[in-house]
């Protein structure tokens, strides 16, 4: 792949970006490279590579890598190729610090981003002036110490920093932890005052499915479309959103989000937010502990199965949907909640993206408190019945949840399907606290099960409320789960559909 190929202009570089991933390379970067394209941001991305290993990958292609979206669009197969041109190089944190601290004098710099995993925003007490300091906020806070002394607390020289970790609130937790550094190294009130006023943290929510290096097959396949060889190649889903707090500086400053409706900049994005943990994340924990009882074992094959397909939009659509909070601002109504759950449906039916289910029940209790707690709830208050299918999602996932014996890697379950044993890890905290509380359980005994699950619902350390209060919840939840442990899941989830 060589640059010239793609008449790509050389411009100057206004991004910088820590972190080398996927993501970042199929959603802002994409964003940026589609805008230049049409001539409205016109800015390269200098990429820094924050943990040990090389860049010659980049190199290699001149910086050019490819990609490739496939899936499910309003129903419809969707393939679109793009060749991005809009980095301009990438420099490892490790060798070429200095390098990289020399760009803080950039007079056309204005935007950072980042994604260095949930793990990198974490922080470190340690110095800035290190070479280079060991965690991202003591990197990124060296940067802009690097620029204040350079611009003397410009406010032309001022930045937008927009974290995209996986983290509520992620930009003003990373405004604590480069303050908190800042007041470490003693880097003094005009450089804490340059931060405060003219450097703006960004809460972000990134949204786009884009798994890791492409399987050989698919690899095959794109290079027969492109005609080329890409180490970089990457493919996402066509669902795209990158929602941002900020303000019309901000709105200024990101011109690339003119042509990218993807990009949405509004001054509060909970209701993307929210949005997005009950109706994907909260599906996904409601229904992936039966879908997986039944023996499908990835989110297409869930949506090609005729009975789990109805269960996850009937839920999702008919119960999740109706408790999701509107926004105040435009697009924030019931419409954009219903067609969001459309689009997850789309997005849960890509068959060219292997979303394994048994990844999705990692740490699964927690996951259904944080997800599905409030949205129960929620329904109750709107509704003042039970949510049958909330009901048959949690009573799967307490039968998930029943651990057969102890090995050295953890706890083990065991479920019958299709006439064979399935065996599969239970990578929970709270594995055993369920092996405790099922070894009391008589499966025979609808007494035995509706003990069992007033205990658990009940149980505060858990949920953090106590869902025994809802009037009939228990009661469903232990006739399903009785219903399970003597007929079978599929058999059970067939009668509530009916």
Not at 462 to 477: H, R, S
Not at 479 to 496: C, N, P
Request: hydrophobic share 40%; charged share 25%; glycine share 6%.
């Amino acid at each position: 792949m060589n640059r010239s190929t793609y008449n790509a202009n050389t411009y100057p570089e206004r991004v910088l970006q820590f972190g080398t991933g996927v993501l970042l390379r199929a959603l802002p970067d994409f964003y940026i490279d589609k805008a230049n394209k049409q001539g409205i941001f016109e800015g390269s991305i200098a990429i820094v590579k924050s943990t040990d290993g090389k860049t010659d990958g980049f190199a290699a292609q001149d910086n050019l890598y490819t990609v490739a979206v496939r899936g499910i669009q309003q129903g419809q197969s969707v393939e679109e190729i793009t060749t991005v041109t809009a980095v301009s190089r990438v420099l490892s944190a490790q060798s070429e610090w200095k390098d990289i601290l020399q760009i803080a004098k950039s007079p056309t710099l204005q935007v950072i981003i980042s994604n260095t995993t949930e793990v990198g925003l974490t922080y470190v007490e340690e110095s800035i002036f290190q070479n280079p300091p060991k965690s991202f906020p003591a990197k990124l806070t060296a940067f802009l110490y690097e620029r204040f002394k350079d611009v003397g607390g410009s406010r032309n020289r001022g930045l937008v920093v927009i974290p995209t970790e996986l983290v509520t609130d992620n930009g003003l937790k990373l405004r604590e932890m480069v303050e908190k550094l800042a007041r470490y190294n003693e880097l003094g009130k005009l450089f804490s005052k340059w931060l405060k006023f003219h450097v703006r943290f960004c809460n972000s929510l990134v949204d786009r499915i884009v798994p890791g290096k492409p399987d050989a097959e698919t690899r095959q396949y794109l290079s027969e479309q492109t005609g080329y060889e890409d180490d970089l190649l990457t493919v996402a889903e066509p669902y795209n959103l990158w929602a941002i707090e900020g303000d019309e500086r901000v709105r200024e400053i990101l011109s690339f989000a003119q042509v990218n409706p993807g990009v949405i900049i509004d001054e509060d994005i909970t209701f993307y937010r929210e949005r997005k943990l009950r109706l994907l994340n909260g599906t996904h924990s409601f229904t992936t502990p039966i879908c997986y009882l039944m023996g499908n074992e990835t989110v297409s094959e869930n949506m090609q199965n005729a009975l789990t397909g109805q269960f996850i939009e009937r839920l999702m659509l008919d119960e999740i949907v109706p408790t999701v909070p509107q926004g105040m601002g435009e697009n924030m109504g019931p419409d954009a909640v219903l067609q969001f759950g459309k689009d997850v449906i789309d997005r849960f039916s890509n068959p060219y993206i292997e979303h394994l289910l048994l990844n999705i029940t990692l740490h699964q209790t927690a996951k259904m408190q944080a997800r599905n707690v409030a949205t129960i709830g929620r329904y109750y208050e709107k509704f003042n019945t039970v949510p049958k299918l909330m009901a048959t999602g949690f009573a799967g996932y307490l039968l998930f949840m029943k651990p057969t014996q102890k090995t050295d890697e953890g706890y083990v379950a065991e479920a019958t399907v299709n006439g064979g044993i399935l065996t599969y890890p239970l990578r929970d905290d709270k594995a055993a606290y369920f092996d405790e509380h099922w070894r009391n359980v008589e499966a025979d005994s609808a007494v035995s099960v509706r003990q069992f699950v007033d205990t658990v619902l009940s149980d505060k350390a858990l949920w953090e409320v106590d869902l025994t209060q809802w009037p009939g919840f228990a009661e469903a939840v232990s006739s399903l789960l009785h219903q399970m442990l003597a007929e079978g899941v599929e058999t059970t989830l067939a009668q509530q559909l009916k």
